[in-house]
């Protein structure tokens, strides 16, 4: 984690705080933390996204409250600075939970959301053209990837940013926002905008957010399976670690969370080498971390 990230993070937990202490929602909280770090460019969500094998920066979001177990997410949506107020809105001006593609994308826009500006340079112009047909090089690690080629499967990035929160009335909400892993095909969707593997939230168990490989995250359905945990009374540390280790054992998956009980009690877990993480309580200075071992 660079100085400039820790500061980041540490600017989203003190703005979340504040928040908070003023009788702000949860849901709020947790979309303006998020648009701190999407706004940044920083982190692998909003403007500092991965793009796609073809070229092209494609974003999911969700994110979920826990008194009336409401939902929103975005999936494959392009050219806005912040898909986490995307998945808001979906939840809030829309009787769906998910949009995705170009839909997603005009939803935003109409929404007036704030847009990513494309770089004017001849690379990127390129780049905007490979939507319909994939490129001689697209193809060709395409190959690579399905043949397991172990040197692309390092350079998978793992930097989604989420957010937890519990505020004043007892409300706990969770959001999450990804460019996605570093070498993807066009079109593929992770774990974050899935409402029970990405995050979830209920006041009735507590809130998550995960990061990691969206693949492993998806099959074990973590977010869901961690909160079930929380409901029948198991602390929030433990919890994540069982649901963890059994992502490791089943499929060798990779992952973080961030983990709330609604009583205030919080864990943050991860069996990845590093995540870049923190929490503050209003006391003393923001705690941030790349390791929670």
């Known amino acids: 984690m660079t100085a400039a990230q820790a500061g980041c993070l540490t600017a989203a937990l003190e703005i979340g705080y504040h928040l908070l202490d003023r009788g702000a929602p949860a849901l709020t909280v947790v979309e303006q933390a998020i648009c701190v770090l999407e706004q940044s460019g920083l982190f692998n969500a909003g403007r500092g996204s991965h793009v796609q094998l073809d070229g092209v920066r494609r ?75 994939w490129s001689p090089k697209t ?18 990035g793992k930097e989604t940013v989420g957010a937890v929160a519990l505020d004043q009335a007892g409300t706990v909400a969770a959001g999450a926002s ?57 602390r929030p540390a433990s919890a994540a670690t069982q649901v963890l280790k059994k992502l490791v054992r089943r499929i060798n998956g990779a992952a973080g969370s961030l983990v709330l009980a609604p009583d205030g009690r919080f864990a943050i877990t991860h069996v990845t080498p590093r995540m870049a993480a923190g929490w503050w309580d209003g006391k003393r200075r923001p705690l941030v971390k790349d390791s929670f071992r």
């Open 178 to 234: 990804t460019g996605g892993i570093d070498l993807m095909l066009p079109g593929r969707v992770g774990d974050t905008p899935i409402i029970g593997c990405g995050v979830y939230a209920d006041n009735e168990s507590g809130a998550v957010s995960m990061t990691g490989l969206g693949e492993g995250i998806i099959r074990i359905a973590v977010a869901k399976e961690i909160c079930d945990r929380l409901a029948q009374g198991e």
């Open 139 to 156: 193809l060709e690690l395409y190959r690579a990837m399905m043949a397991g080629g172990s040197t692309l499967r390092k350079r998978a």
């Open 59 to 133: 974003m999911d979001a969700s994110i979920m409250e826990g008194q009336g177990l409401q939902a929103g997410a975005v999936a494959s949506v392009e050219g806005i600075v912040h898909p986490i107020s995307a998945a808001r809105l979906v939840m809030e001006q829309t009787t769906h939970v998910m949009l995705v593609g170009k839909p997603a994308s005009a939803f935003a826009r109409h929404c007036g959301l704030e847009r990513q500006l494309r770089r004017p340079s001849g690379h990127a112009a390129r780049q905007t053209t490979m939507t319909k047909t």
